[in-house]
């Protein structure tokens, strides 16, 4: 009961109470609320909404051979069964080759998780480093390393993924590297901006003037200022990414057939609309569901980052 | 000459600082001679972009890239200390900084950046260490010194987190404190307290204090010596209330006379200081001074002692004001 009340007292008024907890014995000892920035996501409804969605999807991908009612389906055919409408055996309906529909949903989880992830280590791999180095450096290797972001940045992101698959054989690796190259140049931007802001901070100099190393100063240092934001654009990246690796399977240049993936499943679903509406209908939702769950994630991650946002919330 | 008969703590001698930039080779400090007597404080005053920044960077070791010394030495208890970048007395001066703001990283509880410190430059344990800071949150009247450890930078006011630097400052109890500009970015209520705070845990640890302003208010009453600095050179030094009360060099009498409390209008001095890039030859004043003298443009002035412990780079300053 003390203790609660004075962590509700004011600090100013605090001081004159005798026997104050906040003082002197207690100030060392006083519990810390673990995970604040859980607590405070867990606080807001449509953000825990998003984190379930995407730690559902994650589940799912785990356990897919498991969860998914006909594994096999993943690449057997049973002609005789194709296009059946939803039922109690095949609760999505089957596709053009007699497969299960929802177990092919539940199998390309893993490689729509998969093409997220990827791509957007990837990107963080090459944009941080040369975000650090581009902000903490001036000069001629600055100017270079930020111009070569921008002509990244000016590729539009499906034609080079397009190009890609001409040159290489269009797959999943490709669209991958596709994405990976063109979505990099965000994450080099966020670093470059965060790094330039804090690298005239007094605490920085104070680093450096008791002999802390350029490399430590920028990663224990720097980079934590930046995390935030990295976390942020690398949630809202994920659902973006999935969005363009359903729409390259689409378009013919990502996932290749019998692959079970979201996006080639509505392009093939394509021929047999409106009658097989099923078809398309459960894959697209998704797609739907996961970057929306990646995206409404994102954006309560922000809201805690962002203390003027998260202000004017309540 | 004058008194300085025992060794002082901090001593600058004939200190040049120049940095390369884009507009040319930039003369930020020229021949700069100070000294912070053992238990004795030096205010050095003058306007922006006179050096005042530059020469506590140069005392910390913690120039800008780029910057060069080209010649003097800065010596603190007799050791050179410019050549390590200050690497031998880490610890042993402790610095307030003049924008609380980003002084603090605000990744980090405010605390634990300060126990870092400690941790390699204070002796004892981390458990002692924490005894010690929360016992200097209280000295300089921070609210809820216990709650102040776990807290981040961005959870104190200005005011509070000035006080904070002040007690991270003396966390290793350094024998010379060495303040920017402390209290200009607060309120007048609250720069007072602080200062007041500053002054009593200076006098009663015996610290030596080595602080920059341009307030001449702030100067009276925590330094007992004072440096004018114009255009990276010093014009005049001496005890506080002699140079306050009468000014000698004509550059320290006309700052004074701009100070809205003494001045019946409001008075300024016509011109700029010089760009660091440009500096006029001989006396870097006599474009703005008004008892120009044919010598001035050609000659550097020397310090000349004027008594009382004083000294003047102006050889007309016994000559009656003009203008």
Same mark, same amino acid.
């Given at each position: $009961?003390? =203790?609660?009340?004075?962590?509700?007292?004011?600090?100013?008024?605090?001081?004159?109470?005798?026997?104050?907890?906040?003082?002197?014995?207690?100030?060392?000892?006083?519990?810390?609320?673990?995970?604040?920035?859980?607590?405070?996501?867990?606080?807001?409804?449509?953000?825990?909404?998003?984190?379930?969605?995407?730690?559902?999807?994650?589940?799912?991908?785990?356990?897919?051979?498991?969860?998914?009612?006909?594994?096999?389906?993943?690449?057997?055919?049973?002609?005789?069964?194709?296009?059946?409408?939803?039922?109690?055996?095949?609760?999505?309906?089957?596709?053009?080759?007699?497969?299960?529909?929802?177990?092919?949903?539940?199998?390309?989880?893993?490689?729509?998780?998969?093409?997220?992830?990827?791509?957007?280590?990837?990107?963080?791999? #090459?944009?941080?480093?040369?975000?650090?180095?581009?902000?903490?450096?001036?000069?001629?290797?600055?100017?270079?390393? $930020?111009?070569?972001?921008?002509?990244?940045?000016?590729?539009?992101?499906?034609?080079?993924?397009?190009?890609?698959?001409? !040159?290489?054989?269009?797959?999943?690796?490709?669209?991958?590297?596709?994405?990976?190259?063109?979505?990099?140049?965000?994450?080099?931007?966020?670093?470059?901006?965060?790094?330039?802001?804090?690298?005239?901070?007094?605490?920085?100099?104070?680093?450096?003037?008791?002999?802390?190393?350029?490399?430590?100063? !920028?990663?224990?240092?720097?980079?934590?200022? =930046?995390?935030? =934001? #990295?976390?942020?654009?690398?949630? #809202?990246? $994920?659902?973006?990414?999935?969005?363009?690796?359903?729409?390259?399977?689409?378009?013919?240049?990502?996932?290749?057939?019998?692959?079970?993936?979201?996006?080639?499943?509505?392009?093939?679903?394509?021929?047999?609309?409106?009658? =097989?509406?099923?078809?398309?209908?459960?894959?697209?939702?998704?797609?739907?569901?996961?970057?929306?769950?990646?995206?409404?994630?994102?954006?309560? !991650?922000?809201?805690?980052?962002?203390?003027?946002?998260?202000?004017?919330?309540? | 000459?004058?008194?300085?008969?025992?060794?002082?703590? +901090?001593?600058?001698?004939?200190?040049?600082?120049?940095?390369?930039?884009?507009?040319?080779?930039?003369?930020?400090?020229?021949?700069?001679?100070?000294?912070?007597?053992?238990?004795?404080?030096?205010?050095?005053?003058?306007?922006?972009?006179?050096?005042?920044?530059?020469? +506590?960077?140069? %005392?910390?070791?913690? +120039?800008? *890239?780029? &910057?060069? /010394?080209?010649?003097?030495?800065?010596?603190?208890?007799?050791?050179? %200390?410019?050549?390590?970048?200050?690497?031998?007395?880490?610890?042993?001066?402790?610095? %307030?900084?003049?924008?609380?703001?980003?002084?603090?990283?605000?990744?980090?509880?405010?605390?634990?950046?300060?126990?870092? /410190?400690?941790?390699?430059?204070?002796?004892?344990?981390?458990?002692?260490?924490?005894?010690?800071? /929360?016992?200097?949150?209280?000295?300089?009247?921070?609210?809820?010194?216990?709650?102040?450890?776990?807290?981040?930078?961005?959870?104190?006011?200005?005011?509070?987190?000035?006080?904070?630097?002040?007690?991270?400052?003396?966390?290793?109890?350094?024998?010379?404190?060495?303040?920017?500009?402390?209290?200009?970015?607060?309120?007048?209520?609250?720069?007072?307290? %602080?200062? /007041?705070?500053?002054?009593?845990?200076?006098?009663?640890?015996?610290?030596?204090?080595?602080?920059?302003?341009?307030?001449?208010?702030?100067? &009276?009453?925590?330094?007992?010596?004072?440096?004018?600095?114009?255009?990276?050179?010093?014009?005049?030094?001496?005890?506080?209330?002699?140079?306050?009360?009468?000014?000698?060099?004509?550059?320290?009498?006309?700052?004074? &006379?701009?100070?809205?409390?003494?001045?019946?209008?409001?008075?300024?001095?016509?011109?700029?200081?010089?760009?660091?890039?440009?500096?006029?030859?001989?006396?870097?004043?006599?474009?703005?001074?008004?008892?120009?003298?044919?010598?001035?443009?050609?000659?550097?002035?020397?310090?000349?002692?004027?008594?009382?412990? *004083?000294?003047?780079?102006?050889?007309?300053?016994?000559?009656?004001?003009?203008?």
């Amino acid at each position: $009961m003390s =203790a609660s009340d004075a962590r509700s007292v004011e600090p100013s008024h605090a001081a004159p109470l005798p026997g104050n907890p906040g003082e002197g014995r207690g100030g060392l000892k006083r519990p810390r609320p673990r995970f604040p920035a859980l607590r405070r996501l867990l606080r807001d409804p449509v953000a825990t909404f998003g984190l379930a969605l995407v730690l559902f999807a994650v589940f799912v991908a785990i356990f897919a051979p498991w969860l998914a009612p006909y594994p096999e389906d993943a690449f057997e055919s049973h002609i005789l069964q194709r296009l059946r409408p939803p039922s109690a055996e095949f609760p999505f309906g089957t596709d053009n080759l007699g497969r299960d529909v929802l177990s092919r949903v539940i199998l390309g989880t893993r490689s729509a998780l998969l093409v997220a992830v990827a791509v957007v280590g990837a990107s963080l791999a #090459i944009g941080v480093p040369v975000g650090l180095v581009a902000g903490w450096r001036d000069g001629w290797l600055s100017e270079l390393l $930020m111009r070569v972001t921008d002509v990244f940045l000016a590729v539009p992101q499906l034609i080079l993924a397009l190009a890609l698959g001409q !040159l290489l054989a269009p797959g999943l690796t490709t669209a991958m590297l596709a994405l990976a190259l063109t979505y990099w140049p965000f994450f080099a931007r966020t670093v470059y901006a965060e790094t330039r802001r804090l690298r005239g901070a007094l605490f920085v100099d104070a680093l450096a003037g008791i002999g802390a190393s350029t490399p430590r100063i !920028l990663l224990l240092h720097v980079l934590p200022n =930046a995390a935030p =934001a #990295i976390v942020i654009r690398a949630t #809202i990246g $994920m659902g973006f990414t999935i969005l363009t690796a359903a729409l390259l399977g689409f378009l013919g240049v990502g996932a290749a057939p019998p692959d079970p993936d979201w996006g080639l499943a509505v392009a093939e679903a394509r021929q047999h609309l409106p009658e =097989a509406w099923w078809f398309p209908t459960f894959p697209g939702l998704a797609i739907l569901l996961l970057v929306l769950g990646f995206n409404l994630l994102g954006d309560g !991650l922000r809201d805690i980052a962002d203390p003027r946002l998260r202000r004017s919330r309540h | 000459m004058s008194a300085v008969l025992t060794r002082p703590l +901090l001593s600058v001698e004939n200190l040049a600082v120049h940095i390369r930039t884009d507009g040319g080779l930039a003369r930020i400090l020229d021949d700069v001679t100070l000294a912070v007597p053992k238990g004795g404080s030096l205010g050095v005053v003058g306007e922006s972009g006179c050096g005042k920044s530059t020469l +506590l960077r140069a %005392i910390l070791g913690i +120039l800008p *890239r780029g &910057a060069t /010394v080209p010649k003097g030495a800065v010596l603190f208890e007799g050791e050179d %200390i410019l050549s390590d970048h200050g690497a031998s007395v880490r610890g042993r001066i402790g610095f %307030i900084p003049q924008d609380p703001y980003l002084s603090l990283n605000p990744v980090f509880r405010a605390g634990d950046q300060i126990l870092e /410190v400690m941790r390699r430059h204070a002796p004892g344990r981390r458990r002692d260490h924490k005894e010690k800071l /929360v016992e200097l949150f209280r000295a300089v009247q921070l609210p809820d010194p216990g709650g102040a450890l776990a807290k981040y930078p961005h959870q104190f006011s200005g005011g509070q987190r000035q006080r904070l630097l002040i007690a991270a400052a003396l966390s290793c109890e350094p024998s010379l404190v060495v303040a920017d500009e402390p209290t200009t970015a607060l309120d007048v209520t609250t720069q007072r307290e %602080i200062l /007041v705070v500053l002054r009593q845990l200076i006098a009663e640890r015996g610290l030596s204090l080595l602080f920059v302003t341009h307030d001449f208010g702030v100067l &009276a009453t925590v330094c007992d010596q004072v440096a004018v600095l114009y255009s990276g050179r010093v014009a005049e030094t001496g005890p506080t209330r002699a140079v306050l009360d009468t000014p000698l060099h004509p550059y320290a009498r006309m700052l004074l &006379a701009c100070h809205p409390d003494r001045a019946t209008d409001l008075l300024g001095i016509p011109g700029t200081v010089p760009a660091a890039t440009a500096q006029p030859p001989g006396c870097r004043f006599h474009p703005r001074c008004p008892q120009l003298h044919s010598g001035c443009p050609i000659e550097v002035p020397p310090m000349l002692p004027a008594g009382e412990g *004083r000294a003047v780079a102006c050889p007309w300053y016994e000559e009656a004001p003009r203008g």
